[in-house]
């Protein structure tokens, strides 16, 4: 299969003062597909993100979107051609409402303001945030910044979607919540998602591929009934909890 419409990463190395924390990494996500990334804490899954987001510039290897090389793009250019990310720990504008938050989503990729309160409409009813879209963003409760950051996301309309752990922290109904959007993606836009997420459970229910991303390197690949047999990720993971999760339901 070409990857000349995916986004991809190849053998990308990124270091913090000589610490790698990715060495040789590679990645792809193809559009339409939901891509799980995963391993344990500090294994290198925000930093992968940062690098194909464009926020980090990788010290080898390349990064290519749709066939092109990046290098050099900044972070709104990645946006304007069509990548769009949320942030583990959410960041929306405090001082903004939530209607707002959503429409500098559009705005920042070039959308008109009538073309912007369109989209916020539209994200606000699919996230179920329309009672919400007067409230400042700095005073939501969890759930409900996770579901606004995903609505800014979309906002820009991408054909790929990075998301850094939208279910963290979130009570069982919230994480119910946003699987469940995340999984309609599927069927109301054909984008690329990557999920980064430490959930188990969230990512056997919504991806059909897992990567497993270990100090830095890939550990596993597979589809997500082969990830959580796999000696090596119980392994790594053990001591975490998280692949226990998976278990059961
Ligand atoms: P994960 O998202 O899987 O928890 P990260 O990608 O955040 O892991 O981190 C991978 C490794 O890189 C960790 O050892 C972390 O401490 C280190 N790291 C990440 N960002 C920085 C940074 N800005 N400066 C120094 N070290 C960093
Ligand atoms: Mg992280």
Redesign the pocket.
């Known amino acids: 299969m070409g990857t000349d419409d995916a986004l991809v990463a190849e053998e990308v190395t990124?270091a913090?003062?000589g610490?790698?924390?990715?060495d040789g990494v590679t990645f792809v996500c193809r559009p339409g597909e939901i891509v799980g990334l995963i391993?344990?804490?500090?294994?290198?899954?925000?930093?992968?993100?940062?690098v194909l987001s464009g926020f980090?510039e990788p010290a080898a290897g390349v990064v290519r979107f749709r066939g092109g090389a990046t290098r050099g793009w900044s972070p709104q250019q990645y946006a304007r051609r069509g990548l769009a990310r949320t942030f583990?720990g959410v960041r929306p504008f405090a001082q903004l409402t939530v209607r707002e938050n959503i429409e500098v989503g559009a705005v920042g990729v070039g959308a008109s303001r009538r073309e912007a309160r369109e989209r916020a409409s539209d994200l606000l009813d699919e996230l179920g945030l329309t009672e919400l879209a007067g409230t400042w963003a700095g005073i939501l409760p969890a759930g409900s910044q996770r579901r606004l950051g995903i609505a800014r996301a979309l906002a820009a309309e991408p054909d790929f979607l990075l998301l850094?752990?939208p279910a963290a922290g979130l009570h069982e109904a919230e994480t119910d919540a946003v699987i469940d959007f995340i999984g309609s993606l599927r069927e109301t836009r054909r984008i690329g998602v990557t999920l980064?997420e430490?959930d188990m459970r969230v990512v056997m229910r919504l991806c059909e591929r897992v990567q497993v991303?270990d100090?830095?390197i890939t550990l596993a690949e597979g589809a997500p009934a082969e990830i959580r047999t796999n000696e090596r990720v119980l392994e790594a993971y053990l001591g975490t909890g998280s692949v226990g999760r998976a278990g059961g339901s």
């Open positions: 990124v913090f003062a610490v790698k924390a990715l391993g344990p804490n500090g294994s290198g899954k925000t930093t992968l993100l940062n980090l583990q850094d752990e980064v430490h991303l100090n830095g």
